[in-house]
Structure formats: structure tokens, C-alpha cells
């Protein structure tokens, strides 16, 4: 499989997107209550089989037609993108906390609320998923320094448990070492700092080689 596999040219206008956005966002959002209420309920068992009956009636209407591919990222013409799948900020990804990361003097940051679907040790946010949010985050502080890649390597360090709930994100680059971009970030709560993280981001060679192609005069 190719890097650049999932990468397409956007087809759609801005009022196309703004109202597949408006039609897709109130059903991610419906959903990823669906998750917390499936995670939480203590309904009556029969409250319980009907729910899933109607959940099973919708996922069939939702099924009845499906793309040829996962949504991956589509650009625009005038720079913007859409991953609207992806695990962390995909407003049509129902698992994604759904970070809106914000990017000011260097610093990429983001709030998440990080409910009982999220769980690992009782109370607390699992650490994969700790690690998830920094990856993005890291990831998204490189790429909006212009020096983006995928992650080669992430160290994380756990300081103290992170509770579920409100979580603050944040990241930006440390430095840039050849085709290799140090972006370091932290994970904070109400009880302080809980994790830190150091992640290496490596533009593949093949985009490499592509934008060296790019750049040969003809
Ligand atoms: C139009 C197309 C644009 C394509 C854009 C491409 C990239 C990303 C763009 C945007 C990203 C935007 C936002 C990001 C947001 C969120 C981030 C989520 C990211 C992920 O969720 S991403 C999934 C998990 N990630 C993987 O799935 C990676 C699998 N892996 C590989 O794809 C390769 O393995 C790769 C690319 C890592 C290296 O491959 P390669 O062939 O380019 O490497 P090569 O051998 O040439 O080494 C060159 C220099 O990197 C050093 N190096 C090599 N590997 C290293 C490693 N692992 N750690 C630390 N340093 C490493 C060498 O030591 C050498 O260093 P030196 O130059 O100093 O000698």
C-alpha cells in the first residue's frame, strides 16, 4: 500500500461540505451519546433488547449504501482538508473525543470531556487512549509548523492517572532534525500534569521523493 493511497482531490463545493457537515455532525453526535448510554444504562432489561432492536434498524438504514473505501483525507483546492474518519477529530467518527485543536504562537492545543466509554483503571482514562489524543495533537502541532509526518516513534510518560472528564492537550515542535520533526506535549487535568510525551514524526520517503519530483525544474 501506497502513503499517498486515501489521499484524494476534493470534488465537493464549500456548500456541499458545510451541508454534509450539518447532516453528518448531529449523527455523530447522537451516536457517540448512543456509546456513553450503552457504556452507562441500568435501564430494565427489556428497555435494554428494544434499544437494540432500534439500534439494529438503524445501522442497516446507515448500511444500505456504503463508500468504496474509508473516508481518509480529502483536499481542497485552496489548501483546506477534511479526515473526517479520523479516530480523534473526525466529525464523522462517533469514537473521536473530537478535539477542535486550536493553534496559537507554536502551540497546538485542544479540550476533549472524556466519558465512562474511554475508561482503563476504574475512574481513569485508559492510557491508549492518553496516548491516542497526544499522537494526534504532537502530529498536528508538526504539521501546522509546516514540518508534518507520520509517527515514527511516540514515548509516553505516564506522571499520574488522568480522570475521566475534562482533559486539556497540548504540543508544539521542538525541533527539526533533517526529515525529522521532535514535537513534545502534555496532558493536564484538574489534578495537574498526568502525562508528557516526545514524538518523532518522519515525512515517508515516498512523499519525499514526490515533492523532490515536484521541485525539478522541467
Ligand atoms: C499529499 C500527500 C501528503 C502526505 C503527508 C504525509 C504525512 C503526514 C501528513 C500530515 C499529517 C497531519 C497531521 C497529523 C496528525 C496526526 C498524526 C497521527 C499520525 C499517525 O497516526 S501515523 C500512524 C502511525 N505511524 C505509522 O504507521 C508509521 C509507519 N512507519 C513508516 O511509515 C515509516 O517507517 C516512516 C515514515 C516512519 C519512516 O520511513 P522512511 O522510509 O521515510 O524512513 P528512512 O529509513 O528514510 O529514515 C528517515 C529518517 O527517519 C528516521 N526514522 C525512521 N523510522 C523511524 C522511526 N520509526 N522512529 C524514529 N525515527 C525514524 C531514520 O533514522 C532516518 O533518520 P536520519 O535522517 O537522521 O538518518
Redesign the pocket.
Known sequence: MS??DG?EAERKTREQIEAEAELFGPLTSSVRSLIDATVMTDAAPEHIVRARALVEEAAALLDSRRMSAPFGTKWSADGTRRSWGNAVIGLRNPIAPLLEVAYEDGLASAEADLGAAYEGPPGLVHGGVVALLL??IL??AA?HAGV??????LTVRYRKGTRLGPVRVTARVDRV????TFAVGRVHTADGLCAEAEG?F????E?RDMVAEMGRPQ
Do not use: A, N
Request: no cysteine; aromatic share 0%; proline share 8%.
Open positions: 502513503m499517498l489521499h499522537d494526534q502530529g498536528g504539521d508534518p509526518g507520520m509517527t515514527g516513534t532534525e533533517g526529515v525529522k518523532i518522519v515525512l515517508p520517503r512523499v
